[in-house]
């Protein structure tokens, strides 16, 4: 319960589409695939409910928040093992640490984490999480002349002066699906890829007045 409250009381005001509701859904998720995958049952559903504690697109200042983290798990009477472990996770699950030379490899739990986090980025679910971040930064819904971006950096994927909300999902929410763990996630995925797949040709077809 704590560990709950906390990720509640850090992220629960958020308006970019990684709020609390998102957390659960990630924490649900993680509890679904650890049914059929072996893992620290405690490590992977506390790493679950912390992932974006420190996500430095959320937060201007990632490292204090780090450092917050480590308090309160401390405070909570986390092993240094277990502390080590959860932060290894938290630091090396997002998509973006896919576009840097220095990834770290995930230990069964962190891979259980990520493919939770990484379903809630597709799907209808999906959908709207992408149209609510965009519009949170102001971003540009569909320019048909601004193609999507390819082998991004990560300082490139980040700008987001040069994406489109619909352009995201051919540049990361597409590509989600074929970077899975476990097969439980692959499962799932397989149905609400085609939700966005979808979604999409509608989107195009109704933008260019064929429907």
Known sequence: MAVR?????QLGEDRTGHGFDHIERVVNLTKKILKD???????????A???DISDDKLFADPAAQNELLNKFLADQNFSSSARTQINSIINNLSFSKTLTSNQ???????KIVQDADRLDA???????RAIYYG??????????QLAPRKKLTKAEYRDLTNETIINHFYEKL????????TATAKKIAAGRQQVMLSFLAEFKA??????
């Open 5 to 9: 409250n906390f990720a509640k009381e």
């Open 37 to 47: 995958e072996t893992a620290d049952r405690l490590i992977t559903i506390t790493a």
């Open 49 to 51: 409910y912390l992932h």
């Open 104 to 110: 770290y490899p995930l230990s069964p739990a962190g």
């Open 122 to 128: 597709i799907g209808a679910i999906g959908i709207t």
């Open 135 to 144: 519009g949170s930064h102001a971003e540009t819904i569909y320019d048909p």
């Open 174 to 181: 597409l590509n989600l699906k074929e970077l899975l763990n």
């Open 206 to 211: 109704e933008w260019n007045a064929e429907k």
